[in-house]
């Protein structure tokens, strides 16, 4: 019987008729992280697991109910459900972190949760993210957010709310898990199991877990913003007036708290209401712990994240421009054997030059291969039989406008093809220029 394996639930294929709304995101991120001195880096895609349970936090979903797991001899080995605990363990692990502060570094890269996939949440999914380390300042929080409202822009998206929150430092947070405890031990009952466990050791988890009646109950609980201390109050006042300063549009959600165990102050999440209920497509926030928790001294730090696949869902949405796929610049179709070694010299030259050049190798005949030459999209064709190995001209044929024109088969093919491309480009980027739309 024949295999019929598919892909697996909540992962996706992309393409490559896709791919290059990818590059789109994955170039513009780049190019505007750089410019705010990020570099890039790049880590394991799965770490030991007790990694995230120090990090993430034994008490969030992600931890319970979502990782991937595998053990291998007698250690534990987690798939990365986020980037910050690997980024943060890799600057620790190279001591990036006894350089000059403050260290900024960004990532692409794939994470993993075993969530119940739905539009918007996969298993697999993609990351944009970024970390700043050696800062306490709100300045540094509104570098950040700065960051991410630019890239958004960038990307051509709109109507992206930012909403902000200050979850405090653990000082604050202890009045407030009292708060917290008073009111939820009156609806103990009504619980889901998960949250009943977190009553006592982490109840602001109970804030974002996913299942309907606690959420329900959730929503009159009281607010983290009400039981800040006067630092953390006076820092999250600071971070408006710059983001202020800035032009950054902004609202406060005393409700965001993230899923996530290490955040302390700030908390922000971009969101858009246009792709349904999954429409975070970035979250971040401070955490000036996590760097002591995992071995390192005390080092402020922050960052955020986004979805890539949600980014993508949403511009796609938005009409958003992406990057000109490429296409076939020369599509040489020999009409026999006898001209295809020629055929396969000037696609090697052509390639050398960074051309994209094709040339059959199926067999067709003349006929199949420039009907396959206009499916892929070739600029330029030129047909290559006796008669012209024997004269030494091809017709260089321009498929978008039908004009022919005759090139020596000589050394020079390559440059003289190369000068008509750039003509051709030219020439196309005066015709634009001649409508009225410029
Ligand atoms: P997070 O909120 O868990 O934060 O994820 C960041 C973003 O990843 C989300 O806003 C969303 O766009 C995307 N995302 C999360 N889960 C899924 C999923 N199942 N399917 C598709 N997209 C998803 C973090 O991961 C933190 N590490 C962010 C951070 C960096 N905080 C500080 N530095």
Known sequence: MALNIKRPNGTEDVLPQNVHKWHTVEKIARDVAESYGFREI????FENTDLYLRSVGETTDVVQKEMYTVSAKETKFTLRPE?????IRAMLQNGLLNEAMPQRVFYILSCFRHERPQAGRLREFHQFGLEMAGSQSPAADAEV?????????HLGLKNIELYINSIGCPQCRAKY?????????????????????????NPMRILDCKSPVCSEIAKDAPV?????CDECSQHFSKLQSHLNTLGIEFKINPKIVRGLDYYTKTVFE???????????????GRYDGLIEELGGQHTPALGFAMGIERILITM?????????????????APMDENALPKAMQMAKQLREYGYWAEYDVVGRGLKAQLKYANKIGAAFTVVLGDDELSSGKVKLKNMEKGEELELSLD?????????ICVDNMLGNIDSLMNTDEL
């Open 411 to 419: 050394d020079k093919f390559t440059e003289h093809f190369d000068a």
């Open 177 to 201: 898990y009292d708060a917290l405890r008073a009111y939820f031990n009156d609806r103990k009952s009504e619980l889901c199991e998960t949250c009943l466990s977190r009553l006592e050791k």
């Open 316 to 332: 796609e949405k938005q009409g958003c421009d992406f990057l000109d796929q490429r296409k076939c610049d020369l599509y040489i």
């Open 42 to 45: 790049r880590i394991p895609t």
């Open 145 to 153: 957010i700065s960051l991410a409202k630019s890239l958004l822009d």
């Open 224 to 228: 983290i913003l009400d039981y800040l």
């Open 83 to 87: 980037g910050t605990a690997g980024t």
């Open 270 to 284: 971009f969101v858009t209401t246009e792709i349904g209920a999954q429409g975070t497509v970035c979250g971040g």
